[in-house]
Structure formats: structure tokens, C-alpha cells
């Protein structure tokens, strides 16, 4: 069908259409893919003020190193500076936060969108304020409490901290997909010898599976992708990834360092491309189709 | 064996009023029809019976217990939802399964009872698949089943047959008689549609506003309807009904003339069943022509007009007139029902 209506449009429209779709996705590629392929030249290269087409050729980097590519930055960012104890942290971070932004967020969400009672419209309404405030209120807040309770620097705190920033959206979220389940789903499951909880897990939340990974891959990328909270609250070497690679632009006095920060850009962002790549078809793919007449 | 008594049973959400002072025993094995249009607060009273719905007044009690207060799960009663609520990342099996698994039915039996309930309803072929590649039927049949396999104390069907195309609902209809007759369990039906309730119930309730308007056996509430509600929701056509006035023991109105009635002078409603009135050729309490006239194969519908409101004869199969000719329809008094023009009562017997 679409290919048949794509024939029927006049040539020039369809060359101009294509020819938009394709500068669009250079565009929109270009500064990962231009970072990329800096991230194996030296920094005379990649930031050279002579020649910007040393950043294509290496020039410097064969000068250097006898090749065109050289791995020193990643092997400087993972191995001398340590990059690895902040791929930990957020690992760590990334984990806890999904984890309990999940737990609290299907709980409250289910409870919410099964309640009878008016006021859950105005805790709803209550969470989007808090959504839509920016994280650096909270944290500013945060910061002298934990200081004087000596809870700054860890990362338990951060996670509580992007936990509390979260659960705004991950309740939204949840609260949507679970209202489009049918309340008969439950009363069927109560009816049969489920207890309300019983309802929830055995019932409900396999049916739920997409809107909770969906809701998932929103609040990792959240915590993945933190940077206020991070750089305050963290001590150095409980540092995310994020805020080192912020650290690395910002100490320029010895040469090679900033490419430590393109080296790091790249290792951050990697994961995410194949995350995303992975995830798509299961939020995608609807698990409640059937339940109800069709 | 249980035995279901309603005590004033009552449902209101602040002012509005769902079910009022609902009174009623149902006895063991019983196959009770709950019918009304809709908002008429049937399907709420089969939900507070199943406990998804609190009660607000009144008592509700099985085997003399009052079970108002127990959770859905620990009362023992089963229920097929209008939407058929199958779980749809289960499979067949499994959903027929679930109710005897999270009761910590004995593992052992489980196959065995599945299968029982699966062959009752015709599903041993589609076992192994998900809710979303069956049709409407069998989805229903699977509701059913996984309603049987428990051997609950009682069975509610709310609507189980709306959402069937006409011919599919005749055939589940037929089946669902057939398997509360073979289970012997007292079974609460809720239904907007007469004929569902005429042709399936032992006892059936008319409900209308909340307010329960006859109990009766079918036969009861079809040839004695208690009230011009009952009687204009039963039947297919309904009661013709017709407001007038009575003078000097005789009904009439601008085409209609019934006399020889016991009645007190004053207005009233007359009604009567189309295939009791009949097309004749001399006198006739009704002479009127023909508004409009429909082929119904076994009968032909002639209706007429009598103070404003459209009046249904049956006639034979052959007969056959033009619109406006004049027909004369024989409405004797010993067809009639008089019903009370203000409150709409049943008058006499």
C-alpha cells in the first residue's frame, strides 16, 4: 500500500523528500560519528587550530604514534585516570535507581489508578509539579542537610536523591499503562482466589511487562544521563560517569587530557546506542492485546 | 449446596441510589435471572453478591452466614464477566487452571479438572492457545470454564452472552442451560435481554431505578406482569399499552371500545399481548387502519394506532393488508391487563 502511494508521488517530491531524510540524518549523526573518529587522533589533531582536516587525516597522530588511530586517549581516560571507578558508580547508581523507581513506582502507580477516591487526582497533579520543577531546587536543598549529617559524597544519597527526582515521572508513567489494563483483570483475579497483591503480581504485572520496561529504560537513562545531582553530591572518587567526563574538560593544563573526555563521551555513549537498539521492539509489542473482546 | 438470602439490601454512592431495600431468597440449585435496562442496578447487586462491590445497607447471606464483610476470594462463588476478563498472557489451559493454582487446589487434580471443564465447553481442541487468537465464543466458552472447574458454591454471569453475534448467543445460550443444569449450582444470571430471561431462568427479578419491580417465574411474569413497567419490558413485541379513561365500566378511546369492565370510573392503562388480540372480520373492540404492517414469516404484524400510541396485533402468516385500510381487532376483555394510570400498578388480577 504505502509503496504503491509512495509511486504515485511526482519525482521531484519524492527526490526532495529523500534528500531531506538523509541531510536530517547527517546531521543529526554527525557530531557522534565526528567524535567517534576524533576520539583516535591526539589532540593537535582533533582540536588543531592550523588544519581542521587534520581531525580527518591524523596528521599529528602518525607523527606521534607511526599510525593514523592511536588508542592513548582511552587507555589515558580508563587506565590513568581511572574512568572505570566511574563506569562502576553509575552502573551501581543506574541499577538502584531503576530498581527502586520500579518497585515504588508500580506499586504506587497500580494503587493510584485503581483507587476510587478523588484525592489521587490531586497527588497526581502534585507529582507533575514536582516534575517539572529542575533537579538542582532539590539538590540545592539537599546539600546542607547532608553535609552536617555526613551523608555527602556517597552514593546511597545520590540514588535516594535521583530516586526522589524520578518518581514523579516513573508514577505518571505507570499510572497510564496501568489504567489501560481493565479493572476486570483484578476483579476476575480477586474472584478466582486472589488477594488484591496476589491480583497485582500474578495478573497484572505480566501484562504490564512493556510499560514497565519502557518506564525502565526512561528512568535509567535519567540516572545514566545525570549530571547535577552527580557533580554535587559525589565526592571524586565516587564520581558517575557524567560529572568525570565534565572534570576532564575542565582540566585543560596538561595536553591529551581533554581527549581523555572525548575517549569518555565515547565509552559513555556506546551502551546506550545498543540499549536502545535492543529494548525497541519490547516496548513496541502490546502483551495486552486479547485480554479483553476483540 | 447454598442458599442465598438478600436482607434490605442496599447500594448508594452518596445521593444516588443503586439498589434499594433489595429482598430476596434464592434457593439452592436455583437459576435466578436478574433483568432491567441498564443503570437498573442488577449488575451492582451480582457485584456486592461477589464481594467487588461494598454494601451499603442490608446483609447478604449464604447458608445463613452473613458474608458481607469477606474478601471476593474467601466466598466461594465464581463469576464470567461481560468482557470475558481472560488473562491474556496465559494460555488456555492456564487460564482455566488459575482459579484451582491460587487456591492450593492439590497439584495432582489439576489436569484432570481442567480437563473436565474444557470438555464440558467444547475447548479441548485450543488448549494451548492465547486468549488473543481465539474468536468471541470461544473466549467465552474459556470464561466459562475457568467459572466450572472450581465447582464453586454459586455461579454469576454478568452479560456472559452481550458481546455474541445473534446466532452464536442462541447456541451458548442453549449451552448454558444445559451445563447449570448438569453442575446443580445455584447460578445468579444478569441480563438486559427478555428473551435471555424467559428462556434460561427458574425465577426471574425485573429490576428498574434500583428497585426491584417482580419476582417471578417467567410464565408469572410474562401472563401477570406486576406493574406497566414489567409489562412493557417483557415480550417480544411488548405489551401494547394504552392510556384512557374508564366510563361507566367501559374503556374507550378514539378507535377503541372495550366494555364489561369491573372498574371504578377513571383513567387507567390497558394493555394486551399482540397474539392474544386477533384480526376479525365483524365487531372488534378496536377499529382503526392500518399504520403499518410487517412480515414476520411465522405471523404477520399489523399495527394500528389507539390514542396516540402504535398498538401490535399478530395475525396469520397469509394475512395481508395495505397501510390505511381498515382492519377491526378483537381485544375481549379476558385478554386485558388494567394497570393504575398514575402508579402504574396491576389492577385486579
Known amino acids: ?294 | 449446596m447454598s442458599e442465598i438470602e438478600l436482607r434490605n439490601l442496599s447500594k448508594r454512592w452518596g445521593s444516588f441510589v443503586g439498589v434499594q431495600d433489595f429482598n430476596l431468597t434464592i434457593a439452592d440449585q436455583e437459576f435466578l435471572v436478574l433483568l432491567g435496562p441498564s443503570g437498573c442496578g442488577k449488575t451492582t447487586t451480582m457485584r456486592m453478591i461477589a464481594g467487588l462491590e461494598d454494601v451499603t445497607d442490608g446483609e447478604i447471606l449464604v447458608d445463613g452466614k452473613v458474608i458481607n464483610d469477606l474478601e471476593p476470594k474467601d466466598r466461594d462463588v465464581s463469576m464470567v464477566f461481560q468482557s470475558y476478563a481472560l488473562y491474556p498472557n496465559m494460555n488456555v489451559y492456564e487460564n482455566i487452571r488459575f482459579p484451582l493454582k491460587v487456591r492450593k487446589v492439590p497439584e495432582a487434580e489439576h489436569e484432570e479438572r481442567v480437563m473436565r471443564a474444557s470438555a464440558m465447553v467444547e475447548l479441548d481442541d485450543f488448549l494451548h492457545r492465547k486468549p488473543a487468537e481465539l474468536s468471541g465464543g470461544q473466549r467465552q466458552r474459556v470464561a466459562l470454564a475457568r467459572a466450572i472447574v472450581r465447582e464453586p458454591n454459586v455461579f454469576l454471569m454478568d452479560e456472559p452472552l452481550s458481546n455474541l453475534d445473534a446466532k452464536l448467543r442462541v447456541s451458548t445460550r442453549a449451552q448454558i442451560k444445559n451445563l447449570s443444569h448438569e453442575l446443580k449450582v445455584t447460578t445468579i444470571y444478569v441480563t438486559h435481554d427478555q428473551i435471555e430471561a424467559m428462556t434460561l431462568a427458574d425465577r426471574v427479578v425485573v429490576m428498574k431505578g434500583g428497585i426491584v419491580q417482580q419476582v417471578g417465574s417467567p410464565t408469572e411474569i410474562y401472563d401477570t406482569p406486576a406493574n406497566a413497567f414489567v409489562a412493557s419490558f417483557i415480550g417480544s413485541p411488548a405489551m401494547n399499552l394504552i392510556n384512557g379513561e374508564v366510563t361507566k365500566k367501559a374503556f374507550s378511546g378514539d378507535t377503541i371500545s372495550v366494555s364489561g369492565l369491573d372498574l371504578p370510573d377513571g383513567p387507567v392503562t390497558l394493555g394486551f399481548r399482540a397474539e392474544d388480540a386477533a384480526i376479525v372480520e365483524k365487531g372488534g373492540q378496536i377499529q382503526a387502519p392500518v399504520y403499518t404492517m410487517e412480515l414476520l414469516g411465522d405471523a404477520t404484524m399489523i399495527t394500528v394506532k389507539v390514542n396516540g400510541e402504535l398498538v401490535s396485533v399478530k395475525a396469520a402468516k397469509d394475512y395481508r393488508a395495505e397501510i390505511g385500510d381498515m382492519v377491526r381487532i378483537s381485544v375481549p376483555k379476558e385478554i386485558c391487563h388494567m394497570f393504575d394510570a398514575q402508579t402504574g400498578a396491576r389492577i385486579g388480577g
Not at chain 1, 589515558?76 to 553509575?90: H, L, P, S
Not at chain 1, 542537610?145 to 524520578?166: C, D, E, K, R, S
Request: aromatic residues 16%.
Open chain 1, 1 to 294: 500500500m504505502s509503496s504503491v502511494s509512495a509511486q504515485r508521488r511526482p519525482k521531484g517530491l519524492r527526490i526532495a523528500a529523500n534528500a531531506f531524510v538523509v541531510f536530517w540524518l547527517i546531521l543529526a549523526a554527525f557530531p557522534f560519528l565526528w567524535t567517534l573518529w576524533g576520539s583516535f587522533k591526539v589532540e593537535l589533531d582533533f582540536f588543531s587550530i592550523a588544519d581542521w582536516t587534520n581531525a580527518l587525516t591524523g596528521a599529528n597522530t602518525e607523527r606521534a604514534y607511526g599510525t593514523t588511530t592511536t588508542t592513548t586517549a582511552y587507555h589515558g581516560a580508563w587506565i590513568e585516570q581511572e574512568f572505570w571507578r566511574a563506569v562502576i558508580n553509575t552502573a551501581v547508581v543506574c541499577f538502584c535507581v531503576v530498581c527502586l523507581s520500579l518497585t515504588m513506582g508500580t506499586l504506587g502507580g497500580y494503587a493510584l489508578s485503581r483507587s476510587n477516591y478523588r484525592y489521587t487526582f490531586w497527588l497526581l497533579i502534585a507529582a507533575l509539579m514536582f516534575r517539572a520543577m529542575p533537579p538542582i531546587t532539590l539538590v540545592s536543598g539537599y546539600l546542607l542537610p547532608f553535609f552536617q549529617w555526613n551523608l555527602w559524597g556517597y552514593l546511597p544519597t545520590t540514588i535516594v536523591v535521583l530516586v526522589a527526582i524520578n518518581q514523579p515521572f516513573t508514577l505518571w508513567m505507570l499510572h497510564s499503562f496501568f489504567q489501560k489494563i481493565p479493572k476486570e483483570l483484578d476483579e476476575s483475579a480477586k474472584v478466582d482466589g486472589c488477594t488484591q497483591f496476589q491480583a497485582f503480581r500474578h495478573v497484572i504485572i505480566p501484562v504490564m511487562w512493556p510499560g514497565v520496561i519502557t518506564t525502565g529504560l526512561f528512568s535509567f537513562l535519567l540516572a545514566y544521563n545525570d549530571f547535577v545531582v552527580g557533580a554535587l553530591l559525589l565526592s571524586e572518587e565516587n564520581r558517575t560517569m557524567v560529572p568525570a567526563i565534565a572534570a576532564f574538560l575542565g582540566t585543560t593544563q596538561t595536553e591529551g587530557n581533554v581527549m581523555f573526555a572525548v575517549a569518555a563521551v565515547v565509552s559513555a555513549t556506546a551502551p546506550l546506542f545498543v540499549l536502545v537498539m535492543f529494548f525497541q521492539r519490547q516496548i513496541v509489542s502490546g502483551l495486552t492485546a486479547g485480554a479483553v473482546k476483540g
